[in-house]
């Protein structure tokens, strides 16, 4: 009975930290062309990205613990969304913004976590077979962004440089998760408090650029030199892997608001691009960076809301499941 409720509590608690991280992935989105009109947009935007993705991609190792069973859905799970969505997000932009051709082997925007998640979960099973993986994929993440040949095709760069909170997430036990749970609450306020300012910092002096959170290419692409690069990743390591524990601190165990749509990122996560994009008009007819954060708030929970739903998330199971369906060969009798 009580390993019972232990479970009942673990799903409650990831179901809310789930549902927490896709609302930040979606209003993180939203802000992203009025951060270029605000101090304070920009400074939540930068805060937002200094976690959210590392403690997201942390989630989803911890859910990758069944190895085979990881591997062998890895193709229906995430390539083939990767392949519909990104052919329907590349088609949209190419009638919106005139692009004259476009490439499947270049995720757009916020597909890139469709392609990294096949990459690490078609791979983990010869991954965990390396010793010292660990440290060994903090050694990769921080060396790709010396070489530009990872960059955004396949979400080399993002691939590697997540990594290391994949691997993470899968060697964390529930035991572990719940001594993190436990532990000092006055702590994770202290880096909680201490991040915001450090975002405050950054939005302010530009020293490092918030696109370099995104993790997608090489220093170079940067206006600093190869040792501050390396600093800064080292830095968003220590940063991600802190919020883990200040999350898991801070979200509740119970059933909340939150717990419903945790358990239904997935949809939410792959439709929520195509209406942000609404938002962007929007906010164009709109000079205040004030007015636009608001709207900005307002949608992004409104759309994490709907896409959350049951009803949504069966609809859109379901298109993907017939789609897999009309390529697969008829049996024969």
């Not at 930290?17 to 939540?44: C, D, M, Q």
């Not at 010793?131 to 095709?153: N, Y």
């Not at 306020?189 to 910092?201: L, N, R």
Request: charged share 10%; with cysteine; aromatic share 20%.
């Amino acid at each position: 009975m009580k390993k019972n409720l232990q479970t009942e509590k673990r799903n409650y608690l990831l179901d809310n930290l789930k549902g927490l991280l896709i609302f930040l992935v979606v209003f993180g989105h939203s802000i992203e062309i009025a951060k270029n009109n605000s101090v304070l947009i920009e400074t939540i935007y930068i805060f937002i990205y200094l976690f959210h993705m590392p403690v997201f991609v942390f989630v989803s190792g911890y859910f990758s613990k069944n190895v085979e069973k990881s591997r062998s859905k890895a193709f229906r799970s995430f390539f083939v969304p990767f392949l519909i969505f990104n052919t329907i997000w590349n088609g949209l932009s190419s009638i919106a913004l005139g692009f004259e051709s476009f490439s499947f082997l270049t995720p757009g925007w916020a597909l890139w976590y469709l392609m990294s998640m096949f990459l690490w979960r078609i791979s983990l099973k010869d991954l965990i077979k390396v010793r010292f993986i660990f440290p060994l994929s903090i050694i990769v993440g921080v060396g790709a962004g010396l070489f530009s040949e990872f960059g955004v095709i396949l979400s080399l760069s993002r691939t590697l440089v997540f990594l290391p909170f994949f691997l993470a997430g899968f060697y964390t036990t529930e035991q572990q998760l719940f001594k993190l749970k436990e532990s000092n609450l006055f702590l994770s306020i202290c880096i909680f408090i201490f991040t915001i300012t450090v975002s405050m910092w950054l939005g302010q002096t530009h020293i490092i650029p918030a696109e370099f959170l995104y993790g997608n290419s090489s220093f170079t692409n940067y206006p600093m030199s190869i040792w501050v690069g390396i600093l800064a990743r080292l830095s968003l390591y220590i940063v991600g892997f802190l919020f883990v524990f200040v999350l898991i601190n801070f979200v509740p165990s119970r059933y909340t608001f939150f717990s419903q749509i945790g358990s239904n990122t997935f949809s939410v996560y792959i439709l929520h691009t195509y209406l942000v994009g609404l938002v962007f008009i929007a906010n164009s007819y709109i000079s205040s960076p004030n007015l636009q954060l608001i709207l900005c708030f307002v949608t992004s929970i409104i759309i994490t809301y709907i896409l959350s739903r049951n009803i949504v998330t069966k609809y859109f199971t379901k298109s993907i499941d017939n789609f897999l369906k009309f390529f697969r060969p008829k049996q024969s009798f």
